[in-house]
Every structure is written in C-alpha cells, then in structure tokens.
C-alpha cells in the first residue's frame, strides 16, 4: 500500500469552475500536510500547508483536511487556464527519529478556456 | 530574493562518466535534500542533511553520493550514471526536519534535468 494515494487524472474542468483534488494517506499517525503544484518540466511550488482538521483558505486555493477518514483535499475556486498543472499532495508521519516527507505521484489538472 | 539555485539547469553526460549537480540556498535553512523525480512519478528521496549530518535512504544506488561542504551548499555526485538515472534532480530545503512544525516545510530548486547519452 502506497503512503500517499492521489488519482493520477487528468481531471478536466472549465475555466471558472471549482476544481476538485484528493488525497488520501495510509498512516492515521500523519500530522503534517501539503499541497504543491508541477507545471510540466518545472520544479514543485508550494501552494499551502494544513495540521488541523476542517478547512483552511489561501485565496482562491482551499484545503480540507479530515483525519478520521485520512483525506485531505485541494479545491480551486474559479480555476483559470493557468492552473493546469500537476498537483502533488505530500505528507508527514511522525514515526520518530525518521521523519520525511512522502509525495502522491500527482493529479493532473486541465482547466479548458 | 531568499532562493533554492540548482546548477546547471540541463546536464547531458555519457553513460558511465561521473557527473555532479549543485545546489545552494540563501534562506540559511538547517536541512537539505535531494530528491530524484522521473515523469509522472512522485519524488523520491536520495538523501538528506541535517546540519551536517548525513541521512541516506534505504534504497538509494551506491552509484549516488552526496557532499554539504557548508549551511549553503550541496552537491550529488553520480559516479557512473546509467540510462535508468536519466531523471530530473531536485534540490529542497527546510528550517527544521520534517516533524517539526512550520518549519518542516519544503521549498525546491528549480531542478537540473539529467539526460544520459
């Protein structure tokens, strides 16, 4: 079972719509969670980060987090071309001295003008 | 700015002839990693400093090698690279290790993508 499960897409939405992403993780003792965005051939970007249950906004970006069902997920509101993008969601398992991030392998999205 | 640089951005090699990439930080941030990332997979972590201690992954090649001569630099030396480490190689830094709060958080290079002829 991997540590980090994201749907590898491509998800398609049109320009203005709220864009969906999910994430769920293997281990209940994960505290820390991440979302960051890959255009094609570029590094990851940091979108936001969230450690408590609910939800937490940053503009146009939203993050739910809900650790009894291990999920957590991104929504874009009123999404633009510009968004189309690779969408990682890492997290942290606290497991001792040897913590370190893992990585989902990514949702793709397309937003359509 | 504050800034992750990686260094060249492109490296073409033969197969077999050592390479080295380069990253340094002006964010003065205690840990840095590398990451290995090859398309559409997650990036998978080579190594990581803490200060100067040195952390390698379980399933890391022998092939790979890393240096941090001091807090801003740090470099991977590929030995003999081979057609499978064609990838592109990520550089990332944080305040504190990952489990530490706030200052866990990862911010990357721009990447040196790797081509072995």
């Known amino acids: 079972q991997k540590e980090v499960e994201q749907n590898s897409g491509p998800l398609s939405v049109p320009e203005g719509a709220i864009a969906s992403l999910n994430c769920t993780y293997s281990d209940r003792v994960s505290q820390s969670f991440f979302w960051y965005r890959q255009y094609s051939g570029k590094s990851p970007e940091l979108i936001m980060s969230?450690?408590?249950?609910g939800d937490k906004e940053d503009g146009r970006f939203t993050a739910q987090l809900n650790k009894a069902s291990q999920y957590v997920s991104l929504l874009i509101r009123d999404s633009q071309p510009s968004d189309s993008a690779t969408y990682l969601c890492?997290?942290?398992?606290?497991?001792?001295?040897?913590?370190?991030?893992?990585f989902g392998s990514g949702t793709k999205l397309n937003v359509k003008p | 700015d504050a800034m992750v640089i990686q260094n060249p951005r492109y490296q073409v090699t033969q197969f077999g002839k050592p390479v080295t990439l380069s990253c340094s930080q002006t964010?003065?941030?205690?840990?840095m990693y590398w990451y290995q990332q090859k398309s559409s997979q997650a990036p998978k972590l080579l190594f990581h400093y803490y200060d100067k201690d040195f952390n390698n992954e379980a399933d890391t090649p022998d092939n790979f090698q890393s240096r941090r001569p001091n807090t801003s630099f740090c470099f991977l030396d590929i030995r003999s690279p081979g057609l499978g480490d064609a990838a592109m190689y990520l550089c990332?830094?944080?305040?504190?290790?990952?489990?530490?709060?706030?200052?866990?958080?990862?911010?990357f290079g721009p990447g040196t993508r790797l081509l072995v002829l």
């Open positions: 969230i450690y408590s249950n």
């Open positions: 990332a830094t944080s305040r504190e290790p990952p489990g530490q709060g706030v200052g866990e958080t990862q911010y």
């Open positions: 890492a997290v942290i398992p606290i497991r001792g001295n040897f913590n370190k991030f893992y």
């Open positions: 964010l003065n941030h205690n840990v």
